[in-house]
């Protein structure tokens, strides 16, 4: 229990008693309220100090067990032989270890000292007096109370002299204390507080319960009693008499109001009171004393601003404010600078910072609806807290680096505070990155975890502050013309952090890499955003979208150059990430746009894939290497797409004709993709051969997607190729669709032989076989788009159902191309490319049996069974059986 709370119990139950006592007794219910109160206090403070040192002792134990540690030689090692007797080095001789004899101890230094409460309660609980003085100062209270009410119930003694008699005999307690000071100081300090309490006491009974003196004699009575308490405590160093005294000092005003007393003169009596608070703490580091005044002075205050505070009274109470934080920041300090060298630098953190926090508390609720007024006092304060940080720091004293740190980190706080009081937050913000950078720096230099969270957390805070800034109305953010300086110095600032805080993980600390990359990625986004919002300031809003593509292009390959000076794995990851970006504008501009280079993209996507593939080819190396191969696919489809797209258009734009010649200009870019692949494997080293397998996966994506045109085509392309007339083979869907078949079996030719294709184990007959089917397909779309246009047949399933001429034509091609295949098989030893003859001859002679034989009549039919024939018996004659062996071409 600390002595204050024995005072404030004490003087609750004085309260107590004279409320809840009768009339005729009322002084000696005060009395006996206020002993009991005392008598409370003192019995917690006597059994926690008890239960803090059995703990203590406990821990005490623990320590020294630990300590003793027995030093037992090592095997073989040899044992040191005393001195002989007549040697000047050895005064007497020293037995040699025994193995049988308890090992000799060896006292380890210890590791900390006790903290200064545990050391500062022992010495108090047994030096400042004993159990048996204070019981009978206790005893001798409630004696003077029982006293004094037996004479006022069996006396007729006027209250004047009763009230006399017990101030006289608490000055001859005082008297007798002091003069016991020097022989039994312990005894002499108790018999001082009680008699100073008796006084006190006395004074507050013939003012408040009997009205026997003016407010302002009692008001000096309690005064002249609060620094006779100090005065004493001082002399005789100690801090239980100078708390008696304070808190008597600071009560004094309030027991002896009349309740029409004046501000001013109660804070201009506080502000005496601090001043000799002040000025003991410039010769005693007494914690509990600068504590009971705080509390006294800014808890009485807050309660009198609470109840009676107006606007009016600013100009009285302001500079009284100023000054009682002005004494107790003095304080502060010199409670660090008195400490004894064992705890010197010992900051009191209640006091430190207890103080600003009430003091500014206080000043906004003066404030109120005036925040540029409180973002000056917030500066003042900052300025004051930084100024003594400085002053302090030019000292170089060691011992005060935990106050100057606890100094900054408040100017630093109030800073911040007084930026979004004073400034829009434009301003706001850049005071926000400016202060979040310098700590950041600060936290770096001086290794200290705090500072760089704090400036990471304000520089977070900065930009959330610009976010009000932009308007999300159209497809790009926009921003006020005079707001894009706050942005950049947002992410000007977070980007240099993040190259400190690297710095510093390569040298110090590793885990301050994480932090590094997240205020990376934070600048680069505030860059980004107040990129594109400037767009609109200096771009054609048509070319907008193409100028954000460059900008954003452009960024991300700054930031891939950057990688070689700060190399952040985020760089790698922004930089990078340009592809999504080109993806997301891809499905914009097919949403909006008939083709990919309209409105300023033929410059906007060549400088997208000219960065992306220079930033892919600086940090491939960086990346996994499945992750750099998606990349890579992806982005060649992208590229091919979008050229596809571009050709589609451009031959649309120039040619003025059928559908034909944008469907064929699909197919261009893809199968001349397939060609540098096939070429690029063995020939180009970047990137087709040192990502083999990605570039295989490109490969087989574009050969899928060419045969799917192609099945596409060879169903909807009647040969209508205007302006030109069609020719059979001569015409752009046919060129197209034969150098798309010709690309396919040379990039399969090429791949196959590739060991990822080979390790794959992909059956070689399934290419090849789509591809044969491919070429049957457009051999008879060629035909038919012959007959379409040249005899008129109608381009139908049913149409050609019933035409005779086409059915006569399809049976002797097809049994053209069985002898044809038949032929080739025998010569080439392939028996799969027989069989698939032989099948096929097998449809011919079904189809004229089941099909042909109703309407043998016409001469169509005849026709086809005379040709029919005829070829049978060229492939009886040259092929009749299929070949013995296989060869691989």
């Given at each position: 229990?600390?002595?204050?709370?024995?005072?404030?119990?004490?003087?609750?139950?004085?309260?107590?008693?004279?409320?809840?006592?009768?009339?005729?007794?009322?002084?000696?219910?005060?009395?006996?309220?206020?002993?009991?109160?005392?008598?409370?206090?003192?019995?917690?403070?006597?059994?926690?100090?008890?239960?803090?040192?059995?703990?203590?002792?406990?821990?005490?134990?623990?320590?020294?067990?630990?300590?003793?540690?027995?030093?037992?030689?090592?095997?073989?090692?040899?044992?040191?032989?005393?001195?002989?007797?007549?040697?000047?080095?050895?005064?007497?001789?020293?037995?040699?270890?025994?193995?049988?004899?308890?090992?000799?101890?060896?006292?380890?230094?210890?590791?900390?000292?006790?903290?200064?409460?545990?050391?500062?309660?022992?010495?108090?609980?047994?030096?400042?007096?004993?159990?048996?003085?204070?019981?009978?100062?206790?005893?001798?209270?409630?004696?003077?109370?029982?006293?004094?009410?037996?004479?006022?119930?069996?006396?007729?003694?006027?209250?004047?002299?009763?009230?006399?008699?017990?101030?006289?005999?608490?000055?001859?307690?005082?008297?007798?204390?002091?003069?016991?000071?020097?022989?039994?100081?312990?005894?002499?300090?108790?018999?001082?507080?009680?008699?100073?309490?008796?006084?006190?006491?006395?004074?507050?009974?013939?003012?408040?319960?009997?009205?026997?003196?003016?407010?302002?004699?009692?008001?000096?009575?309690?005064?002249?009693?609060?620094?006779?308490?100090?005065?004493?405590?001082?002399?005789?160093?100690?801090?239980?008499?100078?708390?008696?005294?304070?808190?008597?000092?600071?009560?004094?005003?309030?027991?002896?109001?009349?309740?029409?007393?004046?501000?001013?003169?109660?804070?201009?009596?506080?502000?005496?009171?601090?001043?000799?608070?002040?000025?003991?703490?410039?010769?005693?580091?007494?914690?509990?004393?600068?504590?009971?005044?705080?509390?006294?002075?800014?808890?009485?205050?807050?309660?009198?601003?609470?109840?009676?505070?107006?606007?009016?009274?600013?100009?009285?109470?302001?500079?009284?404010?100023?000054?009682?934080?002005?004494?107790?920041?003095?304080?502060?300090?010199?409670?660090?600078?008195?400490?004894?060298?064992?705890?010197?630098?010992?900051?009191?953190?209640?006091?430190?910072?207890?103080?600003?926090?009430?003091?500014?508390?206080?000043?906004?609720?003066?404030?109120?609806?005036?925040?540029?007024?409180?973002?000056?006092s917030a500066l003042a304060m900052s300025a004051l807290y930084l100024g003594i940080a400085a002053l302090l720091k030019q000292r170089r004293d060691d011992t005060q680096r935990l106050l100057i740190e606890a100094f900054l980190a408040l100017g630093v706080v109030f800073l911040t505070v007084a930026a979004p009081l004073a400034l829009g937050s434009r301003w706001n913000a850049d005071v926000w990155a400016l202060e979040g950078g310098a700590l950041v720096w600060i936290g770096c230099r001086q290794e200290r975890l705090l500072s760089r969270l704090f400036g990471a957390l304000l520089l977070v805070a900065a930009g959330f502050l610009l976010a009000d800034q932009f308007s999300f109305a159209g497809e790009f953010p926009s921003l006020p013309w005079n707001a894009y300086g706050a942005v950049l110095l947002v992410s000007a600032a977070s980007i240099g952090s993040a190259g400190g805080l690297f710095a510093y993980a390569q040298s110090r600390q590793p885990g301050?890499?994480?932090?590094?990359?997240?205020?990376?990625?934070?600048?680069?986004?505030?860059?980004?955003?107040?990129?594109?919002?400037?767009?609109?300031?200096?771009?054609?809003?048509?070319?907008?979208?193409?100028?954000?593509?460059?900008?954003?292009?452009?960024?991300?390959?700054?930031?891939?150059?950057?990688?070689?000076?700060?190399?952040?794995?985020?760089?790698?990851?922004?930089?990078?990430?340009?592809?999504?970006?080109?993806?997301?504008?891809?499905?914009?501009?097919?949403?909006?746009?008939?083709?990919?280079?309209?409105?300023?993209?033929?410059?906007?996507?060549?400088?997208?894939?000219?960065?992306?593939?220079?930033?892919?080819?600086?940090?491939?190396?960086?990346?996994?290497?499945?992750?750099?191969?998606?990349?890579?696919?992806?982005?060649?489809?992208?590229?091919?797409?979008?050229?596809?797209?571009?050709?589609?258009?451009?031959?649309?734009?120039?040619?003025?004709?059928?559908?034909?010649?944008?469907?064929?200009?699909?197919?261009?870019?893809?199968?001349?993709?397939?060609?540098?692949?096939?070429?690029?494997?063995?020939?180009?080293?970047?990137?087709?051969?040192?990502?083999?397998?990605?570039?295989?996966?490109?490969?087989?994506?574009?050969?899928?997607?060419?045969?799917?045109?192609?099945?596409?085509?060879?169903?909807?392309?009647?040969?209508?190729?205007?302006?030109?007339?069609?020719?059979?083979?001569?015409?752009?869907?046919?060129?197209?669709?034969?150098?798309?078949?010709?690309?396919?079996?040379?990039?399969?030719?090429?791949?196959?032989?590739?060991?990822?294709?080979?390790?794959?184990?992909?059956?070689?007959?399934?290419?090849?076989?789509?591809?044969?089917?491919?070429?049957?397909?457009?051999?008879?779309?060629?035909?038919?788009?012959?007959?379409?246009?040249?005899?008129?047949?109608?381009?139908?399933?049913?149409?050609?159902?019933?035409?005779?001429?086409?059915?006569?034509?399809?049976?002797?091609?097809?049994?053209?191309?069985?002898?044809?295949?038949?032929?080739?098989?025998?010569?080439?030893?392939?028996?799969?490319?027989?069989?698939?003859?032989?099948?096929?001859?097998?449809?011919?002679?079904?189809?004229?049996?089941?099909?042909?034989?109703?309407?043998?009549?016409?001469?169509?039919?005849?026709?086809?069974?005379?040709?029919?024939?005829?070829?049978?018996?060229?492939?009886?004659?040259?092929?009749?059986?299929?070949?013995?062996?296989?060869?691989?071409?």
């Open positions: 229990m600390d002595p204050v709370m024995r005072i404030v119990l004490a003087v609750v139950g004085a309260f107590a008693g004279s409320t809840l006592g009768s009339a005729g007794s009322r002084l000696f219910d005060t009395f006996i309220g206020a002993f009991a109160g005392f008598a409370v206090a003192d019995l917690s403070y006597i059994r926690a100090r008890l239960r803090t040192l059995d703990e203590d002792l406990n821990r005490l134990k623990g320590s020294v067990s630990r300590d003793l540690q027995p030093i037992v030689p090592q095997p073989g090692a040899e044992i040191p032989q005393p001195a002989p007797a007549s040697s000047p080095v050895h005064a007497s001789p020293a037995a040699p270890h025994s193995p049988h004899s308890p090992a000799p101890l060896r006292r380890q230094p210890p590791a900390q000292e006790l903290p200064n409460f545990i050391i500062d309660g022992i010495r108090r609980f047994f030096g400042g007096g004993n159990l048996l003085v204070r019981s009978g100062v206790i005893v001798l209270f409630f004696g003077i109370a029982f006293l004094l009410r037996y004479v006022a119930e069996h006396t007729r003694v006027p209250i004047e002299y009763r009230l006399s008699g017990v101030a006289l005999g608490g000055l001859a307690l005082l008297v007798l204390g002091w003069r016991l000071r020097t022989t039994r100081p312990g005894f002499a300090l108790s018999i001082q507080g009680g008699a100073i309490g008796i006084l006190y006491l006395t004074v507050f009974a013939a003012f408040h319960l009997y009205a026997l003196m003016p407010s302002f004699a009692a008001f000096a009575l309690l005064t002249a009693i609060g620094a006779l308490s100090a005065l004493l405590a001082v002399k005789q160093d100690s801090q239980s008499l100078a708390l008696l005294g304070v808190t008597g000092g600071f009560l004094a005003p309030i027991l002896a109001s009349s309740g029409n007393g004046d501000h001013v003169f109660l804070f201009g009596y506080y502000a005496v009171l601090n001043a000799g608070i002040l000025l003991i703490a410039w010769f005693k580091s007494w914690r509990g004393l600068n504590l009971a005044g705080f509390a006294f002075t800014f808890g009485i205050g807050t309660v009198w601003g609470a109840l009676t505070y107006r606007a009016a009274d600013f100009a009285t109470t302001e500079p009284f404010l100023i000054l009682f934080f002005l004494f107790y920041v003095g304080i502060a300090v010199l409670f660090t600078w008195r400490q004894p060298p064992r705890l010197r630098g010992y900051v009191d953190g209640t006091l430190v910072f207890g103080t600003p926090l009430v003091a500014f508390g206080l000043q906004a609720s003066m404030l109120h609806g005036r925040p540029f007024a409180l973002a000056y301050a890499a994480v932090l590094s990359n997240l205020l990376f990625c934070w600048g680069v986004l505030w860059w980004s955003l107040g990129g594109l919002a400037e767009l609109e300031h200096v771009a054609p809003a048509a070319d907008l979208a193409a100028a954000a593509l460059i900008f954003l292009s452009a960024t991300a390959f700054g930031v891939s150059a950057l990688h070689k000076r700060l190399p952040l794995p985020a760089a790698v990851a922004v930089a990078l990430a340009q592809f999504p970006v080109m993806l997301a504008f891809a499905a914009a501009v097919a949403a909006t746009q008939s083709h990919p280079f309209e409105h300023g993209g033929w410059i906007a996507w060549p400088v997208a894939f000219i960065c992306f593939y220079a930033a892919l080819y600086r940090h491939e190396t960086s990346v996994a290497r499945p992750a750099a191969g998606a990349l890579h696919v992806a982005s060649a489809w992208l590229l091919i797409a979008l050229s596809s797209w571009e050709t589609e258009w451009m031959v649309d734009f120039l040619v003025h004709g059928s559908r034909s010649w944008p469907t064929v200009a699909w197919a261009i870019i893809p199968a001349a993709a397939l060609a540098g692949l096939a070429r690029g494997y063995r020939g180009v080293r970047w990137p087709p051969a040192r990502h083999g397998e990605a570039y295989v996966i490109v490969a087989a994506g574009l050969a899928i997607a060419l045969a799917i045109w192609s099945l596409v085509t060879d169903i909807s392309m009647t040969g209508d190729v205007a302006p030109l007339t069609y020719l059979p083979l001569l015409n752009p869907v046919d060129i197209v669709q034969l150098l798309v078949l010709l690309m396919l079996w040379r990039c399969w030719k090429v791949t196959r032989a590739l060991p990822c294709v080979i390790e794959a184990g992909i059956d070689r007959r399934v290419p090849e076989f789509a591809l044969g089917a491919l070429g049957f397909l457009w051999l008879n779309a060629l035909l038919l788009r012959t007959l379409h246009q040249w005899v008129q047949v109608p381009w139908s399933l049913s149409g050609m159902q019933e035409s005779t001429i086409t059915q006569t034509t399809l049976s002797i091609f097809w049994a053209s191309l069985a002898l044809a295949s038949m032929l080739f098989a025998t010569r080439k030893s392939e028996r799969p490319i027989w069989f698939a003859g032989a099948a096929l001859l097998a449809i011919v002679i079904a189809k004229l049996f089941f099909v042909d034989l109703s309407s043998v009549g016409s001469i169509e039919r005849i026709v086809s069974f005379v040709g029919v024939g005829v070829l049978m018996l060229v492939i009886g004659y040259y092929s009749p059986l299929p070949p013995r062996s296989t060869q691989r071409s």
